[in-house]
């Protein structure tokens, strides 16, 4: 089929799509209702029970994470990365909005495991920012956001991030976007020649998990889309897809369209870690570049069906898979043979001095899989499952071995119509080398009203697949997320450890307390500084009275000293749009000016005991030009201003004469 032949194809089979027709294909069967209550039993998890599986979906432009359970798809939580989130008081403490620094929102598309020999380990989750050119890392053992690395040098778009290599040594990530080196200045008509794309590798401390950046590889100006790690004996490579090798600007539709064919980059990234430690790049933008025409042997370009979006390596290592967009096929090339081609220097040309491996050197199989190819794993039992866009359908199809002479058609073994138009799809422990076969689940981008009408405002469609109970694909549910989920990883709850609270002897904050008598709260006239340290437990604040003075700065270390799961404290000061949500054992600060005078409650907004409602507190904050004066509480609490500015203080001893409040833990 010629190229200009398929786009139509592809093009109509899209109109159907999306006005609501499912295209059938050859072999497509219809999605089958089925046994109705072998599926629902298959996907309940009756009250009590846990699922077996952690999803981790990718949150878009809502700049989260979020965690369902499989196979009920039940949501359970949802984790705050790149924006603010009250319903954890993430972004309201200091240490949140130090890491969100002066960014309020992020774009996520790819979450990855942390790895030890190839398979998840259950530390660490590293997501992309592909909006504000970042990467983040999520501590598994309590799935708080710990770090956000960036913004990344020379990077426009971390799109095609992240990937962890084998052993969690670097996460690797590429630029979607083109752009100048160093943030120089070009006009767009120099794209062609002056523009350059970046693959970055992101080192990672194999104790900690902090990352730093390692080393960067300069590319021709393509856009780059996903990659993959290898695995095995290509576990010190990496692949990228890109988009645009016509080097186009303006309406890419129709200029990026033009030629047969896209490139996978493969990359040395064991060489590139090499050749930055001996100081063969250039620095720029504070970082290492190398310039793949001057260090051989660390890029090659490997030609792929048009517009691709994936690039998944099979669980051998030996199998990488590329689908181009605009072409109705997967073309499964072998790492071999790449390998092959590359120490024979079988190439068909060169971009920017970067050797194009011949495509027939490397290639194994042009497996007709389907109308939009996007994505592909696997299930360790020799299949692949290749999202169809246009199609709206998932392909199942035989990895190699081939018998010689194989009719490729018959390589697809069957195929399942989702609702509507899939995406990425996932399957249990996909990326790893030992997949567990049992279950796929399609993130569609169009649910086409097939939940109750919630207006223009549409969720995504998520469905649970099961791939272990035959050849045969199964439907088993439906479920609706928040905008917009990307890729996903799947991984069973035995490989998490999270834990429940945090043990008192962990917390090293320096202004945690632990028992009401150490609460206090100081002010230093000259610097108009007041610094608390606050005690919450069930079911009060302790102190339950702070004097502040107008313009006065405000800091409140909060420590919730229970010790039990559960037991979350909030702390909200009302009309000044602060919220803190303390887990039990945590520390956190609040920091804030007190620009309005008068008396403003505080308050728990997390439901913690039957007294709940009256865990609360007053924040007066006394008018400029009066005295703040000696005053005796209800509950014993004291506080006085010195009157010389050199050595003005307020002081309190917040538990003289206090009664512990009925419920109360110690």
Same mark, same amino acid.
């Given at each position: 089929?010629?190229?200009?032949?398929?786009?139509?194809?592809?093009?109509?089979?899209?109109?159907?799509?999306?006005?609501?027709?499912?295209?059938?294909a050859?072999?497509?069967?219809?999605?089958?209702t089925?046994?109705v209550?072998?599926a629902?039993?298959?996907?309940?998890?009756?009250?009590?029970?846990?699922?077996?599986?952690?999803?981790?979906?990718?949150?878009?432009?809502?700049?989260?994470?979020?965690?369902?359970?499989?196979?009920?798809?039940?949501?359970?939580?949802?984790?705050?990365?790149?924006?603010?989130?009250?319903?954890?008081?993430?972004? $309201?403490?200091?240490?949140s909005?130090?890491?969100?620094?002066?960014?309020?929102?992020?774009?996520?598309?790819?979450?990855?495991?942390?790895?030890?020999?190839?398979?998840?380990?259950?530390?660490?989750?590293?997501?992309?920012?592909?909006?504000?050119?970042?990467?983040?890392?999520?501590?598994?053992?309590?799935?708080?956001?710990?770090?956000?690395?960036?913004?990344?040098?020379?990077?426009?778009?971390?799109?095609?991030?992240?990937?962890?290599?084998?052993?969690?040594?670097?996460?690797?990530?590429?630029?979607? $976007?083109s752009?100048?080196?160093?943030?120089?200045?070009e006009?767009?008509?120099?794209?062609?020649?002056k $523009?350059?794309?970046?693959?970055?590798?992101?080192?990672?401390?194999?104790?900690?998990?902090?990352?730093?950046?390692?080393?960067?590889?300069?590319?021709?100006?393509?856009n780059?889309?996903?990659?993959?790690?290898?695995?095995?004996?290509?576990?010190?490579?990496?692949?990228?897809?890109?988009?645009?090798?016509?080097?186009?600007?303006?309406?890419?539709?129709?200029?990026?369209?033009?030629?047969?064919?896209?490139?996978?980059?493969?990359?040395?990234?064991?060489?590139?870690?090499?050749?930055?430690?001996?100081?063969?790049?250039?620095?720029?933008?504070?970082?290492? %570049?190398i310039d793949?025409?001057?260090?051989p042997?660390?890029?090659?370009?490997?030609?792929?069906?048009?517009?691709?979006? @994936?690039?998944?390596?099979?669980?051998?290592?030996?199998?990488?898979?590329?689908?181009?967009?605009?072409?109705?096929?997967?073309? %499964?090339?072998?790492?071999?043979?790449?390998?092959?081609?590359?120490?024979?220097k079988a190439?068909?040309?060169?971009?920017?001095?970067?050797?194009?491996?011949?495509?027939?050197?490397?290639?194994?199989?042009?497996?007709?899989?389907?109308?939009?190819?996007?994505?592909?794993q696997?299930?360790?039992?020799?299949?692949?499952?290749?999202?169809?866009?246009?199609?709206?359908?998932i392909?199942?199809?035989?990895?190699?071995?081939?018998?010689?002479?194989?009719?490729?058609?018959?390589?697809?073994?069957?195929?399942?119509?989702?609702?509507?138009?899939?995406g990425?799809?996932?399957?249990?422990?996909?990326?790893?080398?030992?997949?567990?076969g049992?279950?796929?689940?399609?993130?569609n981008?169009?649910?086409?009203?097939?939940?109750?009408?919630?207006?223009?405002?549409?969720?995504?469609?998520?469905?649970?697949?099961?791939?272990?109970?035959?050849?045969?694909?199964?439907? %088993?549910?439906?479920?609706?997320?928040?905008?917009?989920?990307?890729?996903?990883?799947?991984?069973?709850?035995?490989?998490?450890?999270?834990?429940?609270?945090?043990?008192?002897?962990?917390?090293?904050?320096?202004?945690a307390?632990?028992?009401?008598?150490?609460?206090?709260?100081?002010?230093?006239?000259?610097?108009?500084?007041?610094?608390?340290?606050?005690?919450?437990?069930?079911?009060?604040?302790?102190?339950?009275?702070?004097?502040?003075?107008?313009?006065?700065?405000?800091?409140?270390?909060?420590?919730?000293?229970?010790?039990?799961?559960?037991?979350?404290?909030?702390?909200?000061?009302?009309?000044?749009?602060?919220?803190?949500?303390?887990?039990?054992?945590?520390?956190?600060?609040?920091?804030?000016?007190?620009?309005?005078?008068?008396?403003?409650?505080?308050?728990?907004?997390?439901?913690?005991?039957?007294?709940?409602?009256?865990?609360?507190?007053?924040?007066?904050?006394?008018?400029? @030009?009066?005295?703040m004066?000696?005053y005796?509480?209800?509950?014993?609490?004291?506080?006085?201003?010195?009157?010389?500015?050199?050595?003005?203080?307020?002081?309190?001893?917040?538990?003289?004469?206090?009664?512990?409040?009925?419920?109360?833990?110690?």
């Open positions: 089929m010629s190229r200009l032949a398929s786009a139509s194809t592809l093009l109509l089979a899209g109109l159907a799509a999306c006005g609501g027709v499912t295209p059938e050859p072999g497509q069967r219809p999605m089958a089925g046994d209550q072998a629902a039993a298959a996907s309940y998890v009756k009250p009590g029970d846990l699922d077996d599986y952690y999803l981790f979906y990718s949150g878009g432009h809502s700049g989260q994470v979020f965690v369902a359970g499989v196979p009920s798809m039940r949501h359970i939580a949802t984790i705050p990365v790149f924006a603010p989130y009250p319903g954890t008081g993430y972004g $309201f403490d200091e240490e909005k130090a890491m969100l620094g002066e960014y309020t929102w992020g774009d996520v598309h790819h979450p990855a495991l942390s790895k030890t020999a190839g398979n998840y380990d259950g530390r660490w989750l590293f997501v992309n920012d592909n909006g504000n050119n970042r990467i983040a890392r999520i501590d598994l053992r309590d799935l708080k956001t710990k770090q956000i690395f960036g913004p990344i040098p020379n990077t426009m778009g971390n799109h095609g991030s992240s990937m962890v290599t084998e052993n969690s040594e670097y996460a690797l990530v590429a630029t979607r $976007f752009v100048p080196m160093g943030s120089q200045y006009p767009l008509e120099n794209y062609a020649t $523009f350059k794309g970046a693959v970055s590798g992101i080192r990672i401390d194999s104790a900690t998990g902090t990352m730093s950046l390692g080393w960067q590889i300069m590319t021709p100006p393509f780059w889309d996903l990659g993959a790690t290898g695995k095995g004996a290509s576990e010190d490579w990496a692949f990228w897809t890109s988009y645009n090798s016509e080097r186009a600007t303006g309406k890419l539709e129709a200029n990026a369209s033009q030629k047969d064919r896209d490139y996978v980059a493969v990359v040395n990234w064991r060489a590139a870690e090499a050749a930055a430690q001996a100081g063969r790049g250039s620095q720029i933008g504070g970082v290492t %570049v793949p025409a001057q260090v042997g660390v890029m090659f370009l490997l030609p792929c069906g048009k517009s691709p979006h @994936g690039v998944d390596v099979d669980p051998s290592g030996e199998y990488v898979i590329c689908s181009g967009k605009l072409q109705p096929t997967s073309t %499964v090339f072998s790492f071999t043979k790449i390998q092959d081609a590359i120490a024979r190439y068909s040309g060169q971009e920017d001095g970067i050797p194009v491996i011949t495509y027939e050197e490397a290639m194994i199989m042009e497996v007709p899989v389907g109308l939009g190819p996007l994505h592909t696997f299930d360790g039992k020799g299949y692949a499952y290749t999202s169809l866009y246009v199609e709206s359908a392909a199942k199809w035989k990895l190699p071995p081939y018998a010689a002479g194989v009719d490729p058609k018959s390589l697809v073994v069957d195929k399942i119509p989702v609702q509507f138009n899939v990425h799809l996932v399957t249990a422990h996909g990326d790893t080398r030992n997949p567990k049992d279950w796929l689940v399609a993130m981008k169009m649910s086409k009203g097939r939940h109750l009408n919630v207006g223009p405002s549409i969720p995504e469609s998520s469905q649970l697949i099961d791939i272990a109970s035959g050849e045969k694909m199964k439907m %088993v549910y439906e479920s609706y997320t928040e905008p917009e989920p990307h890729f996903a990883q799947l991984v069973h709850r035995d490989v998490l450890t999270p834990i429940e609270f945090y043990p008192k002897g962990e917390n090293r904050n320096p202004h307390i632990w028992q009401p008598s150490d609460a206090k709260v100081t002010r230093n006239a000259a610097r108009r500084t007041v610094e608390g340290n606050v005690y919450a437990i069930r079911s009060y604040f302790e102190p339950g009275r702070i004097q502040v003075m107008e313009g006065d700065t405000v800091i409140l270390h909060i420590t919730n000293a229970e010790q039990q799961r559960d037991e979350i404290h909030g702390f909200g000061l009302v009309a000044f749009d602060k919220n803190l949500v303390i887990d039990p054992g945590e520390t956190k600060t609040l920091k804030f000016v007190a620009r309005k005078s008068g008396v403003y409650p505080y308050y728990c907004t997390n439901f913690c005991s039957a007294l709940h409602q009256e865990m609360q507190g007053y924040l007066e904050v006394v008018p400029r @030009g009066r005295t004066a000696l005796r509480g209800n509950d014993g609490e004291m506080s006085f201003e010195r009157r010389a500015p050199e050595t003005a203080a307020r002081t309190a001893d917040p538990h003289a004469g206090h009664a512990a409040s009925p419920g109360a833990a110690h």
